[in-house]
């Protein structure tokens, strides 16, 4: 199995660059002015039938290591599933209570320094892991405080999550839900975003979580989508100070009365079984406008959004903040639910619905739209 880094990129933003002196609107260029390009399918891992090693039971995360093997979190299986660059996959890791072992296993990402790291909240822990599978010890010298619901590595060792603990705010200790940078250490080394949720209601805690996103690349700088029902993404520098902000004047997705409804028979159906749930849902009247998939080698933030009619849309913003690109994959049907992974080795499509076969599919980008579809 081959996989190519995407060389011609970069040959395709010099090109693009007389874009950004473009005097147009940003609303104009998004859709009229931009180049678009396409992306298409150049292999593939995950089938509709076979045994366990080839079969997917669930995409719960994924990564690319610095070698160039993708790692799958599959918790129907119970398993970690190593897809080597070169070479044939394997399954590593099982359920269980033993050290090294998963038991509530979300999230796994790649240090630069070569290890593993799986985020268990059963265990309340980061748990570390060779390229092989072999368990190396916890992450955190103490198992005591919060543990990052999500995960990204940045640099050699340290990695920025999304967590919910104490912080100190203005010399108080308060429950806050936060993004911060952590170098091997409890206490968070660098503080991006931060809620304390001791100052607000339940559901204005629920709702602003329902809506808020971020991500970290390799070298530190950190994303925030604090509403991706629009289209404003925060930038920060690995210090934690602000390097600048994408805002588009893209509207907003608006949710049928039907949708709005099977939410909240949803919710009051969960809070029948759940004596601790407040109640007094009230959803979002907007669906979601975008996500980030990541950032490429060239440093380029790719931004999948949602507001097209056919196919997957990727909006690509080089490191000052200047869109140069949209990026399509041709598909049938926008339902599908597939997430993309951009990092410095390539692009991946993962089909994650448990229900539809989990699947992955490399990409690469061309120049015309006339190739592959993902069916």
């Known amino acids: 199995m081959k996989y190519k880094i995407l060389a011609e990129l970069s040959l395709l933003i010099l090109a693009l660059c007389a874009v950004s002196c473009s005097s147009v609107s940003e609303e104009e260029t998004l859709q009229s002015t931009i180049p678009e390009y396409q992306l298409f399918v150049v292999d593939s891992f995950g089938v509709e039938v076979g045994d366990s ?13 610095p070698n160039g093997s993708v790692y799958v979190l599959d918790i129907v299986a119970g398993c970690l599933r190593v897809i080597p660059e070169n070479g044939n996959a394997f399954r590593v890791l099982r359920k269980g209570g033993g050290p090294g072992e998963l038991q509530g296993a979300q999230g796994v990402c790649a240090l630069g320094d070569g290890r593993i790291l799986i985020n268990d909240y059963m265990k309340r822990n980061l748990m570390t892991y060779d390229e092989y599978g072999n368990y190396l010890g916890d992450y955190f010298a103490s198992r005591e405080g919060g543990l990052p619901m999500q995960m990204w590595a940045v640099d050699s060792s340290s990695i920025v999550g999304l967590d919910y603990d ?5 010399g108080e ?38 809506v808020l996103e971020a991500y970290a690349d390799r070298s530190g700088h950190v994303y925030i989508v604090q509403d991706f029902t629009e289209y404003s993404i925060d930038v920060y520098k690995p210090d934690g100070s602000l390097d600048y902000r994408i805002e588009v004047p893209a509207g907003r997705l608006a949710k049928s009365d039907e949708q709005i409804l099977a939410e909240i028979e949803e919710y009051e159906e969960f809070a029948v ?5 407040p109640g007094g849902y009230q959803p979002s009247m907007y669906q979601q406008l975008i996500s ?3 950032v490429d080698s060239h440093g380029n933030l790719w931004v999948e959004r949602f507001d097209c009619e056919n196919g997957y849309h990727l909006d690509i913003w080089d490191a000052a903040g200047t869109l140069v690109a949209t990026a399509i994959l041709a598909g049938n049907e926008m339902n599908t639910d597939i997430r993309f992974f951009v990092d410095d080795t390539g692009i991946i499509a993962a089909v994650t619905d448990p229900e539809d076969y989990p699947r992955i599919y490399y ?10 579809q993902i069916q």
């Open 363 to 372: 990409l690469e980008i061309g120049e015309t739209m006339e190739n592959d």
């Open 292 to 294: 980030i998939s990541g």
């Open 173 to 210: 200790r308060c429950r806050c839900y936060y993004c911060a940078r952590y170098d091997s250490n409890r206490d968070p080394s660098v503080m991006y975003y931060q809620l304390n949720c001791e100052v607000l209601s339940y559901n204005e805690v629920t709702n602003t979580l329902k």
């Open 273 to 277: 079984h759940d004596a601790t749930y």
């Open 166 to 170: 104490d912080v100190m705010i203005e």
């Open 53 to 65: 090693i080839n079969m997917i039971g669930s995409i719960v995360s994924l990564c690319r290591h």
